[in-house]
C-alpha cells in the first residue's frame, strides 16, 4: 500500500503531462470549436497539476487563475458566437495548412533540440537560476513571498516595463476595435 | 505525536473530504427548506406547509383544531420539514430530458463541472486552525492520529480557491451552449460575463485582508485578521465586509442580481433544458457556492472560529481575557469551529432575508454597478488597507 502510493506521488507528475498532452491533442483533432476549447481547458487544468506537483504552488494556481479562469473563457466567449462555418465555405482553413505544416514541423524540431539537451545534456546537473541568493531565501520563505521579492524589490523596473508593454496592446486592441465599427 | 505515514495522512485527507461533503450534504438541503420558510415569512405567508399534515397525522390535526380556533397553529412553523426529502427526491426521480438537437457530451459534462468546481474549494477552507479533533487509539491505522480542520491548509490557499471558483463558470456558459436553444445560450452568456466581470471586483476586495495580513494561507489570514490586527485594521475590513458580500451575491447569481435566470426575460436562463439530477447538480453548486462565498466573508471578515467579528477578537483578548474565569477564556477567546460555522449559518439567512428584501437589477445596472462604483470602492478600500498596514502594523 505504502510502496503503490509512494510510486502514484512521484509519477503524478507523468500523468498530469499526459492529460495536458490529451487536452492538446483534443483540441487540435476536435471538428466542433467548442469541444476544442474544452480540451483547451483540460490542457490548462493539467498543466496546473503539473506545476503543483514540482512544488511551484503559486504558479499552479496562477495557471488556474489566469488561463483557466479567465483566458480560455474569452476563447469560449469568442468561439460560441463567431459564425465558423462561413469562414469554412470561403476555405479560409484550407489555404493555411501548408504554412501550418511547416510552422509545426519547425517548432517540433526546436523543442525536441531542447528537451534533447536539457534531459540528457549536462546543463540538466546544475538548477537554472538567475538570482541565487532569492532560492537560498525561498527555503525559508513560502513560494509566493519569494516570487513577489523577486518581482517587486529585485527585478521591478524589468516587471514594470513588462506591463506597459501589456497595457500598450490592450490599448492597441481597443484602437483596433474602433476603427473597425466607425 | 507519532508523524503519520503516507498511507495514513492520505487516509486523514479521505476522511476530512467526507466530511466536508457531509458538511455540504447537510447545509445545503437545511438551506433550501430554511429559504423556502424565511422567504415565506418575508412575504407574510407560512411557506412549506403542506407535507406534515398528511406524513404525521397528529400534528395535522392538531393545526386543524387550532385554525377552527382562529389562531395560527404553531405546529405550522415546522410543518414541511419532509419537503427537505420531498426535494431530493423529485429531482432524483424526474425524468432526464436530453433535447434531440443537444451537443450530448457536453451537455452531460457541463453539471459536473459546475458541481466539481464548487466542491474542490472545500480543500482550501480552514475550519479551525491546527487540529479539529483527535482520532480515538481504537480506530483502525489512524487511531490517535490529529485530524486538521481543513483538508490542505496549502501556502496559497486564496488564490486556490480563486482559481477552482473561476473553474465554475464553464458548467453555465457550456450548459448554455449545449442546450442549443436561444434561451439557455443568451442566458449562459449574460451569466458569464457577469461572473467573469464581478470577479475582479471580488478579487479585489478580498486583497485588502491579504494586504493586511501579508499572507495567502486560509488559516494564518483568519487568524491575523481576527487577532492579530491594530483597531485601524475594522475600517478596511468593514468597506470590504460589504463590498466583498455584494460582489458575492453577484457571482453565485443569486437576487438581487441573479440575471441568469431572470424568469420574465429568459424562461429559466441556462438551465432551461435540463431536468432531474442534471438540473439538480447546478441547483446544489449554486447552494455550495453560497456556502463557499459565506465561508470565505466569515473567514477573513467576520473573525472566522473567533467570536467577535471586524478584528475585536484581538482587543477582547488582549484587554478582557486577564479578568475572565480560564472556563470562559477557553469558551470567548479560543478558536472554535463551531463560531465558523454558526457565522455561515447566519450568512445564508442573510442571503434568503437580501432576496425576499431587493427585487432585481436589470442587466446593464448590474455592469454598470460591477464596473463604474465597485471596482474604484475597492481600490480605494485597497489603498486604506495599505495604509493601515504601513502605519499602524
Excluded at chain 1, 546544475?126 to 541565487?132: D, Q, R
Excluded at chain 2, 398528511?54 to 395560527?72: A, D, E, H, V
Excluded at chain 2, 470577479?199 to 487568524?223: D, H, I, Y
Excluded at chain 2, 433544458?273 to 471578515?301: C, D, H, P, Q, R
Aim: net charge positive; glycine share 10%; proline share 5%.
Amino acid at each position: 500500500m505504502e510502496n503503490l502510493l509512494l510510486k502514484i506521488g512521484q509519477n503524478l507528475f507523468l500523468i498530469f503531462g499526459l492529460m495536458a498532452l490529451g487536452g492538446a491533442a483534443v483540441m487540435v483533432a476536435a471538428k466542433n470549436a467548442v469541444h476544442s476549447v474544452m480540451g483547451f481547458l483540460l490542457a490548462m487544468l493539467a498543466m496546473a497539476g503539473c506545476y503543483l506537483c514540482i512544488g511551484a504552488e503559486f504558479m499552479g494556481v496562477a495557471q488556474l487563475l489566469v488561463y483557466a479562469g479567465g483566458i480560455v473563457v474569452l476563447f469560449l466567449f469568442v468561439v460560441m458566437l463567431v459564425e465558423l462555418s462561413k469562414a469554412k465555405e470561403k476555405g479560409v482553413f484550407q489555404r493555411q495548412t501548408p504554412f501550418a505544416l511547416v510552422l509545426a514541423g519547425a517548432g517540433v524540431v526546436g523543442f525536441v533540440g531542447v528537451f534533447w539537451k536539457t534531459i540528457f545534456g549536462t546543463s540538466a546537473q546544475e538548477a537554472l537560476t538567475l538570482a541565487p541568493g532569492l532560492v537560498t531565501q525561498g527555503e525559508k520563505l513560502g513560494n509566493a513571498q519569494m516570487l513577489s521579492r523577486g518581482l517587486f524589490a529585485e527585478y521591478l523596473l524589468p516587471f514594470e516595463i513588462l506591463s506597459v508593454i501589456l497595457l500598450v496592446a490592450l490599448v492597441g486592441a481597443v484602437v483596433l476595435a474602433k476603427t473597425e465599427r466607425v | 505525536m507519532p508523524t503519520p505515514t503516507l498511507t495514513q495522512s492520505v487516509l486523514i485527507a479521505i476522511l476530512q473530504a467526507i466530511l466536508v461533503v457531509v458538511f455540504i450534504f447537510v447545509i445545503v438541503p437545511l438551506t433550501l427548506f430554511a429559504e423556502r420558510k424565511v422567504l415565506g415569512y418575508l412575504q407574510q405567508r407560512l411557506g412549506a406547509t403542506r407535507i406534515a399534515g398528511t406524513l404525521t397525522g397528529l400534528s395535522g390535526f392538531l393545526n386543524r383544531n387550532m385554525w377552527k380556533m382562529g389562531k395560527i397553529p404553531m405546529l405550522s412553523y415546522w410543518r414541511g420539514i419532509p419537503m427537505l426529502v420531498g426535494d431530493v427526491l423529485k429531482m432524483i426521480l424526474k425524468e432526464d430530458i436530453l433535447p434531440t438537437k443537444a451537443d450530448k457530451f457536453v451537455f452531460f459534462i457541463a453539471p459536473a463541472i459546475s458541481f466539481v468546481a464548487s466542491v474542490v474549494v472545500f480543500a482550501a477552507i480552514s475550519f479551525v486552525p491546527g487540529t479539529l479533533f483527535t482520532l480515538p487509539q481504537w480506530v483502525p491505522v489512524i487511531g490517535g492520529l490529529p485530524v486538521a480542520g481543513a483538508v490542505g491548509d496549502v501556502n496559497v490557499g486564496l488564490l486556490w480557491i480563486l482559481g477552482i471558483a473561476s473553474v465554475g463558470v464553464y458548467g453555465i456558459v457550456l450548459a448554455g451552449w449545449a442546450s442549443n436553444s436561444k434561451y439557455p445560450l443568451l442566458g449562459g452568456l449574460r451569466s458569464g460575463a457577469q461572473i467573469v466581470s464581478y470577479e475582479v471586483p471580488l478579487t479585489l476586495s478580498l486583497l485588502a485582508p491579504v494586504v493586511m495580513s501579508g499572507s495567502l494561507q486560509f488559516s494564518e489570514l483568519s487568524r491575523s485578521m481576527a487577532v492579530g490586527l491594530p483597531i485601524w485594521g475594522i475600517v478596511p475590513q468593514f468597506f470590504g465586509f460589504f463590498i466583498y458580500l455584494t460582489c458575492g451575491f453577484a457571482e453565485t447569481n443569486r437576487m438581487p442580481f441573479d440575471m441568469p435566470e431572470a424568469e420574465n426575460e429568459l424562461v429559466a436562463g441556462f438551465h432551461t433544458e435540463y431536468s432531474g439530477m442534471k438540473f439538480g447538480f447546478f441547483y446544489l453548486a449554486e447552494y455550495i457556492n453560497m456556502t463557499v462565498v459565506a465561508a470565505i466573508a466569515s473567514a477573513f471578515f467576520l473573525g472566522g472560529p473567533w467570536l467577535l467579528p471586524f478584528g475585536l477578537q484581538g482587543l477582547f483578548n488582549h484587554f478582557l481575557s486577564p479578568h475572565l474565569p480560564a472556563l470562559l477564556v477557553t469558551f470567548l477567546c479560543e478558536p472554535h469551529a463551531i463560531f465558523f460555522v454558526g457565522k455561515i449559518i447566519l450568512l445564508l439567512f442573510v442571503y434568503i432575508w437580501v432576496r425576499g428584501t431587493i427585487p432585481r437589477y436589470r442587466y446593464d445596472q448590474v455592469m454598470a454597478v460591477a464596473w463604474k462604483y465597485f471596482i474604484p470602492l475597492t481600490l480605494v478600500n485597497l489603498m486604506l488597507a495599505a495604509l493601515v498596514r504601513y502605519f499602524a502594523v
